[in-house]
């Protein structure tokens, strides 16, 4: 059995950036952006005025008067010039005039038909300098775009963006015991439930999923459901990795092609694990047990969608908090075990699950991260620092 880290390396391996296509602006909120977007003009594109008041020039103190010569709104610019004496009356996002350096707020103003007199000294300019906000030629480097990103790249002018295409995963559940969920299942089987929690994690990552149908336990039922997966980026099975007599994905895949990278890794859940390459496209086969499978997708699937998606190669991000609860010794095993989040004095505590059974899809459902225990690990008391991976 290989360790956590050198399958992870070997998995990464199996997958590379996909290729570019282009999304409209508002549909590309969480996609990865994966050339610089460069501004096509500067922001703001003029001096604008930070208030709603009067421009006019020189530094005017109380009492003073300005003759009113005109009016600058947003969208909408003064095209004179203020000379001496002379204001013009002003609104935020407005252009300043020509000739004028300050913006009095009207505040501080009082209006004398087609005058104004100052009531205090002026405040400052209150004006935002062309290209305060960014210059044409500034550039936004590639990205998984947020929502805050999307303004910035509208007011540069991009109506589109060059992302990543999503990359296609083919998911196929196996076993005879399963039915999908609102179906009648016999009194031997059970409902199809990994397939659901695998979906939902990589369409978050920016993937999109094509469920497959159930293949049952047969060498040629298998075989007919992992050739409908031609054309994914990946094919992800569920069960049959083990070595059961009718655990049967490292079998047909291998009779199908499938150039093997690893199979079995030292950690708990999750042994099973199956990587390869089958006919040039990345696989995985994720073990069986429900917390397996979708602990397995932390680890090792969308580290790898990741890496299609042009994001550097990486495991899941870990984080530290301190044990709530002491915790035993670790076996040989990289233990991920289903744990709770806390926050105590600001500072975050993790509590394991008494029960760990990789069946048990209640803890899971409950835990917000994954308390790691390296192989052989030994027991840890309350206040120990530890790692977690965030759920
Ligand atoms: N003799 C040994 N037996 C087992 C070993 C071993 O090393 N030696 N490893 C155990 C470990 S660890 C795991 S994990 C499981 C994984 O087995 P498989 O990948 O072959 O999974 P299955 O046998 O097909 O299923 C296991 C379990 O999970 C249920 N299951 C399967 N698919 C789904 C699904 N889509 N939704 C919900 N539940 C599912 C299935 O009914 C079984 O209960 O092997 C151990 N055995
Ligand atoms: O490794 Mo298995 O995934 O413990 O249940």
Request: with cysteine.
């Amino acid at each position: 059995m290989i360790s956590v880290e050198e399958a992870l390396e070997r998995a990464l391996a199996l997958v590379s950036p996909l290729e570019a296509e282009t999304v409209a602006l508002a549909e590309a909120c969480g996609r990865f952006m994966c050339a610089p977007a460069v501004a096509r003009r500067d922001q703001p594109p003029f001096a604008a005025s930070a208030m709603d008041g009067y421009a006019l020039a020189g530094d005017p103190a109380a009492g003073d008067r300005f003759t009113l010569i005109g009016e600058a709104g947003a969208g909408h610019a003064f095209t004179g010039r203020v000379g001496p004496g002379e204001a013009v009356r002003i609104f935020t996002g407005a252009p300043l005039p020509a000739g004028a350096d300050r913006v009095v707020i009207q505040e501080n103003v009082e209006a004398e038909g087609a005058a104004i007199r100052l009531t205090e000294a002026s405040d400052g300019r209150n004006i935002r300098p062309a290209g305060q906000d960014f210059r044409a030629g500034d550039s936004l480097s590639p990205r998984r775009l947020r929502p805050n990103d999307l303004a910035l790249l509208a007011a540069m002018n991009i109506a589109e963006v060059p992302v990543t295409r999503r990359p296609v995963v083919a998911l196929v559940a196996t076993g005879d015991e399963l039915v999908m969920p609102g179906e009648t299942p016999r009194d031997d089987q059970i409902i199809a439930s990994n397939s659901f929690t695998l979906k939902a994690l990589a369409e978050a990552e920016g993937a999109e999923v094509r469920l497959l149908p159930i293949a049952r336990d047969t060498e040629a039922e298998l075989r007919t459901v992992l050739e409908m997966a031609a054309g994914a980026d990946i094919v992800v099975t569920i069960g049959g990795a083990s070595v059961g007599d009718h655990d049967l994905v490292g079998k047909v895949a291998g009779e199908m092609g499938l150039e093997q990278a690893f199979y079995k890794i030292a950690m708990r859940p999750g042994k099973p694990l199956i990587a390869g390459r089958l006919n040039g496209r990345p696989m995985l086969g994720l073990p069986g047990n429900p917390v397996s499978s979708i602990v397995c997708a932390h680890l090792f699937l969308l580290p790898m969608l990741r890496v299609m998606l042009g994001l550097p190669a990486a495991p899941a991000p870990h984080r530290r908090a301190r044990l709530a609860e002491p915790v035993p010794a670790n076996g040989p095993r990289a233990h991920y075990m289903r744990a709770k989040l806390a926050e105590t004095d600001g500072l975050p505590q993790i509590a394991a699950f008494p029960r760990q059974d990789s069946a048990l899809l209640r803890e899971l459902s409950e835990a917000d991260a994954l308390l790691l225990r390296p192989p052989g690990d030994p027991a840890r008391e309350s206040g120990e620092m530890v790692r977690y991976i965030p759920l």
